[in-house]
């Protein structure tokens, strides 16, 4: 097992990633605060882990929720569903909620803690890879809304994060491709080197191989740790998180949420910065070749839905978070390795860059 730490003085916490973490009673105990537990999966992970999980907390009062799967259901009325067992099992402030799943269970029990008696603790249980990678650290926590993706939310961090990559071995390729697209998002804003071994290794990643698993969850971590570090709220330097997300975002709105992976948006959205960058002469144009063979490798779309036009994307783009004074905001390339957000381009090769990808 490999421990890394996310330093937010005290609000500081463990990532712990290994192969069979889930049972472990010693990994999650020092994190639950009072008697009571409110583990939360979905229909789908709950036959799978619910039980292994449960088992390691015999020494605390666990009530679980088992809530419907799906991006559909990111939504406050289910949240609301945890807030109503919460109520019914008479939880109070010292409980602890567990997220037990990817990332839309961990993004709805993180928020349901953050507003539950106005804030009680958390922890992730992160089962997708892009889970692991990404959503289960660094604290942004909310929901959808028919016009706009995690519109409403929180920042609360959780108090452990626990990655078991045996868990891995059970996710259906298409959801390991989407996570594999939140990896090359830290190799392309913020690790040069890492983006070069993923060149190499993606195909170990697709075949779920343990060693090259653990590195790539560890690198992205290690990435995100520090970015989230410097800007836990993101007022600056956190939204170069936020490649390729801004297109993305627009995909999974306009297709209507569930229908594109979150993952799969997010690489043709990242396609998309790379092209803008490229026609802004901030990068060689061989890297959109090399950045679309490797999503193709990872098994990942390369080009935007077929019935989604140029003014669909403006549409939804304007009401994204980075949106300042009416002005659009974009994560770009400077280098493979060196993102910026600037709200640095025209209108024109903006559009040109929608037409093209
Ligand atoms: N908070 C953040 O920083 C952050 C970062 C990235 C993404 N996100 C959010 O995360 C969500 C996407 O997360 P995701 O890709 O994990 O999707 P997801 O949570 O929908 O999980 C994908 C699918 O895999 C199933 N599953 C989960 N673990 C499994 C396992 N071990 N074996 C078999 N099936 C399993 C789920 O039930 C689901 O059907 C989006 O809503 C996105 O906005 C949040
Ligand atoms: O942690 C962050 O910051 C990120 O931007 C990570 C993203 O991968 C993630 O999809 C996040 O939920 C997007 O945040 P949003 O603020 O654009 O909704
Ligand atoms: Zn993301």
Redesign the pocket.
């Known amino acids: 097992m490999q421990t890394l730490h996310v330093a937010l003085g005290e609000r500081s916490y463990p990532i712990h990633i290994g192969p069979g973490l889930l049972g472990q009673p010693d990994l999650l105990s020092p994190y639950i605060r009072g008697r009571q537990v409110m583990l939360v999966t ?4 709950a036959p ?2 619910l039980n292994k999980v449960k088992a390691s907390l015999s020494a605390f009062q666990v009530d679980t929720v088992v809530l419907p ?3 559909v259901y ?1 939504t406050l009325d289910t949240v609301n569903l945890i807030f109503d067992q919460l109520l019914e099992k008479r939880h109070n402030r010292t409980t602890t909620l567990i997220a037990l ?7 709805m029990v ?1 928020f349901a803690a953050a507003t539950y008696q106005r804030g009680v603790d958390f922890i992730q249980i ?6 692991q990678v ?9 929901v ?1 809304h028919t016009l706009g ?2 519109m409403i939310g929180a920042f609360h961090q959780p108090r452990c994060v626990l990655a078991d990559t045996t ?6 390729t298409r ?1 390991l491709s ?2 594999i697209a ?1 990896v090359i998002k830290y190799g392309l804003i913020c690790d040069q080197s890492f983006f070069a071994w993923l060149q190499m290794h993606t195909k170990d990643l697709l075949a779920c191989d343990d060693t090259a698993l653990g590195y790539a969850i560890k690198r992205s971590c290690l990435a995100k740790a520090e970015v989230v570090a410097e800007d836990e709220r993101e007022g600056g330097i956190r939204a170069i ?1 936020n490649l390729g997300h801004t297109f993305g ?1 627009a995909i ?1 709105t306009h297709e209507g ?2 229908n594109w ?3 799969e948006a997010v690489a043709v959205g990242m396609l998309m910065a790379v092209d803008l960058s490229i026609r802004l002469g901030w990068l060689d144009a061989s890297e959109l070749e090399v950045l679309r063979r490797l999503l193709e490798q990872a098994k990942l779309p390369v080009t935007s839905p077929t019935d989604m036009m140029p003014e669909d994307f403006l549409k939804y783009m304007a009401v994204d978070k980075k949106v300042v004074d009416g002005s659009l905001r974009l994560v770009l390339l400077e280098a493979v390795g060196k993102a910026i957000v600037t709200s640095d381009f025209s209108h024109d090769a903006l559009l040109a860059t929608l037409k093209s990808i």
Not at 102 to 107: M, Y
Not at 126 to 131: K, N, Q, S, V
Not at 134 to 142: A, E, L, M, N
């Open positions: 979905n229909e789908t992970v799978l882990y799967d799906g991006e990111k799943g990817g990332g839309v269970i961990g993004d993180g992160p089962t997708t890879l892009l889970a990404d959503s289960s650290v660094g604290g942004k926590t909310g959808n993706k995690n868990v891995l071995k059970t996710l259906p959801e989407a996570g939140e998180l975002h999974e949420y569930g992976l979150h993952g």
